[in-house]
């Protein structure tokens, strides 16, 4: 918590003495736009906008409004442990503090060249540590699996762009294996687990053991993160705010980091 409160403070005087140079860094927007390409499951209703009115109104102004409708699990995205573990929090109970962290950035991409199926290792984690130490407790940690440059692509994103049911017998794409989500929940005790693909759980999951095994900790997952090739194994800290709907077991995401300046 400390760590948080430090942080907001110096993100807050950074935004008061920028004009002085005393403090600066670069935002990166982990966020993919939420548009009719945006991606959902193959068994969703994907992301929708339509226009309520766009023009010059009888008053000589302009003004435009729109509506749009989307399910809670697609684009990028939060799952909230009760989205697989009954009893576990929601996207509104989960504290802001467990979504406004350190980050760090596992990279794997030259096992998914090869695997498109490829999951995330407990070796993976170690070797990673071995250049950049031991992972912080209360990180949020953010799987770079390469995915992120198929995007919107489907078929290359997730291995088919067929919808329905029988489409998801036919996904295709990276995710975290059960005995690291374990390890990382137990042994480094994280505030969440991301990737840049569909689902924390590889595409070829058919009891979901990733999800299972973090929400039961109540570690909510966020999915379809953009843009991690930007971000710095570590020094940079993540904000993942949800829309904040009332017992819902998701949310559309808007993640970003912030990596200050040395």
Request: aromatic share 10%; proline share 5%.
């Amino acid at each position: 918590m400390k760590k948080i409160i430090t942080f907001l403070l110096i993100l807050s005087l950074s935004f008061l003495s920028n004009a002085n140079g005393l403090f600066t860094g670069e935002w990166i927007d982990l966020t993919h736009d939420f548009s009719e390409e945006a991606i959902y499951w193959p068994t969703a209703e994907t992301f929708k906008k339509k226009t309520v009115y766009e023009g010059q109104t009888d008053a000589g102004y302009f003004y435009s409004a729109f509506k749009f409708s989307a399910e809670e699990h697609g684009g990028t995205h939060i799952d909230a442990p009760i989205h697989f573990v009954e009893n576990r929090k929601t996207v509104d109970q989960i504290p802001i503090e467990q979504l406004i962290a350190p980050g760090v950035v596992i990279r794997i991409t030259d096992k998914t060249k090869e695997n498109r199926n490829y999951q995330l290792s407990i070796e993976d984690i170690l070797n990673w540590e071995k250049l950049n130490g031991k992972i912080p407790e209360n990180s949020i940690v953010l799987i770079d699996t390469g995915s992120s440059k198929f995007w919107p692509n489907r078929k290359k994103y997730m291995g088919t762009d067929e919808r329905g049911p029988n489409a998801v017998a036919k996904l295709s794409f990276p995710g975290i294996h059960p005995h690291a989500a374990e390890f990382l929940a137990t042994r480094r005790k994280i505030n969440a687990l991301g990737i840049d693909s569909p689902s924390i759980d590889f595409g070829g999951s058919k009891l979901f053991r990733t999800h299972r095994i973090l929400f039961n900790k109540n570690i909510p997952g966020l999915e379809n993160v953009a843009n991690l090739d930007k971000l710095p194994a570590k020094g940079f800290m993540i904000i993942a705010l949800p829309m904040k709907i009332k017992g819902g077991s998701g949310s559309p995401l808007r993640i970003v980091a912030f990596i200050a300046s040395k």
